[in-house]
Nanobody, 118 residues
Framework: QVQLVESGGGSVQIGGSLRLSCVGS????????MSWYRQAPGKERQLVAR????????NYVDSVKGRFTISRDNDKNIMYLRMNSLKPEDTAVYYC???????????WGQGTQVTVQV
């Protein structure tokens, strides 16, 4: 059974930090490109950051560049999103996403809430 399980969300003050984790199971984690998406209330789901299968290539949406860092550990089947200097506009449910580049087979996690308090 394929699972992507996020953790690490919570409520923080402006300028605070959080580290999200996404653990994958039931599939060959190292074969999948991984991403973090987020969805704020009333808004569409947005790509935040993505990382290639081996971790050598990363991309970020402009609004998080310099503040967020995506990484992965294929030996542990885990992906991280380190979030620093958090802003109220970062408040959203954050989702883990995996996609196999050739087959386009993909999976979503259930999401973890991040709230940045004003």
């Amino acid at each position: 059974q394929v699972q992507l399980v996020e953790s690490g969300g919570g409520s923080v003050q402006i300028g605070g930090s959080l580290r999200l984790s996404c653990v994958g199971s039931g599939f060959t984690f190292s074969n999948y490109a991984m991403s973090w998406y987020r969805q704020a209330p009333g808004k569409e789901r947005q790509l935040v950051a993505r990382i290639s299968t081996a971790g050598g290539t990363t991309n970020y949406v402009d609004s998080v560049k310099g503040r967020f860092t995506i990484s992965r550990d294929n030996d542990k089947n885990i992906m991280y999103l380190r979030m620093n200097s958090l802003k109220p506009e970062d408040t959203a449910v954050y989702y883990c996403y995996a996609i196999e580049p050739r087959s386009r087979l993909d999976y979503w996690g259930q999401g973890t809430q991040v709230t940045v308090q004003v």
